[in-house]
């Protein structure tokens, strides 16, 4: 059974910084074709931060590019998001997300950890 676990968010300043980690288990590494990040702010949309292919491509949503960064620690399996200049904006529910390509995508996601920005 696939499981992801999000840990890191807290309350923070507007202007400050948090990193999110997501970690993955009950699959390989070997099978995971991207690891992402999307947030749900309270009466809004899920919607896409940030992604992180196997090959190491990445990409950001309009809103957080040139402040936040994807990485991924494939021995770990590990997704992490280093946010940075956090805005009042930022504040949601960011989940993880990790897909796989068979005959369909496949999408698995955690159960989110909440960032809240305010002074």
């Known amino acids: 059974q696939v499981q992801l676990v999000e840990s890191g968010g807290d309350l923070v300043q507007p202007g400050g910084s948090l990193r999110l980690s997501c970690a993955a288990s009950?699959?390989?590494?070997?099978?995971?074709?991207?690891m992402g990040w999307y947030r749900q702010a309270p009466g809004k949309q899920r919607e896409l931060v940030a992604t992180?292919?196997?090959?190491?491509?990445?990409n950001y949503a309009d809103p957080v590019k040139g402040r936040f960064t994807i990485s991924r620690d494939i021995f770990k399996n590990t997704a992490y998001l280093q946010m940075n200049s956090l805005k009042p904006e930022d504040t949601a529910v960011y989940y993880c997300?990790?897909?796989?390509?068979?005959?369909?995508?496949?999408?698995?996601w955690g159960q989110g950890t909440q960032v809240t920005v305010s002074s």
């Open positions: 997300n990790v897909y796989v390509f068979g005959d369909v995508r496949v999408d698995y």
């Open positions: 009950g699959i390989s590494r070997f099978s995971i074709d991207g």
């Open positions: 992180i292919t196997s090959g190491g491509v990445t």
